[in-house]
């Protein structure tokens, strides 16, 4: 039988938090709404691989937060278009990762990190969502392996979160263009 424990709950009440937010930001048309939802779902996830003591997890969605604090003032500031951000929070994960390694596990998550990073800083969300399936299957291993089994589902959501987000808002605008 398994014991549901406080210590056992916490980290899944922040993933699931977490899932939340991130499958709210899969359904996005707008950059900035998109981007809010997943600066909610990266500070939900810090909480969640803290509570599992899975740095290698914490770590990208920690450097997230400021990517996304960042990425959202491009449409009001000049300074947050600068190309430089992209490269430099990329960086950053990396040398982190580095700082931090176990083992060749910890690149899974700075990996998907990398590729999140450039898909929030495209200014198409349909861009964003394809990029969003290869990191998901990242983090699906990386979860699997650190026993974040809130993690699994989440990814897992988030792939037919994407999916269906395609089916909604890209094949609709498909048929638009045939009917005009």
Not at 47 to 72: D, K, Q, S
Not at 86 to 108: C, D, G, M, Q, R
Request: some cysteine; hydrophobic content about 50%.
């Amino acid at each position: 039988m398994i014991e549901l424990t406080w210590q056992a709950l916490v980290p899944q009440l922040f993933g699931l938090l977490g899932m939340i937010s991130l499958f709210c930001s899969y359904q996005q048309t707008r950059r900035e709404m998109l981007i809010a939802c997943k600066l909610g779902a990266d500070v939900m996830w810090v909480l969640h691989y803290i509570a599992l003591n899975a740095y290698g997890g914490a770590i990208p969605n920690f450097v997230g937060i400021f990517r996304e604090l960042i990425f959202i003032q491009q449409g009001r500031h000049k300074w947050a278009r600068s190309p430089i951000w992209p490269v430099l929070f990329i960086l950053i994960n990396f040398t982190l990762a580095i700082t931090t390694w176990k083992s060749p596990l910890s690149l899974l998550p700075i990996t998907a990190s990398a590729f999140v990073t450039i898909s929030l800083w495209v200014k198409k969300p349909k861009i964003t969502r394809m990029i969003g399936a290869p990191v998901s299957i990242c983090f699906i291993i990386y979860d699997i392996c650190v026993g974040s089994w809130i993690g699994v589902i989440n990814e897992s959501i988030a792939i037919i979160s994407i999916i269906s987000s395609f089916i909604r808002n890209d094949m609709k605008q498909k048929q638009k263009g045939k009917a005009a």
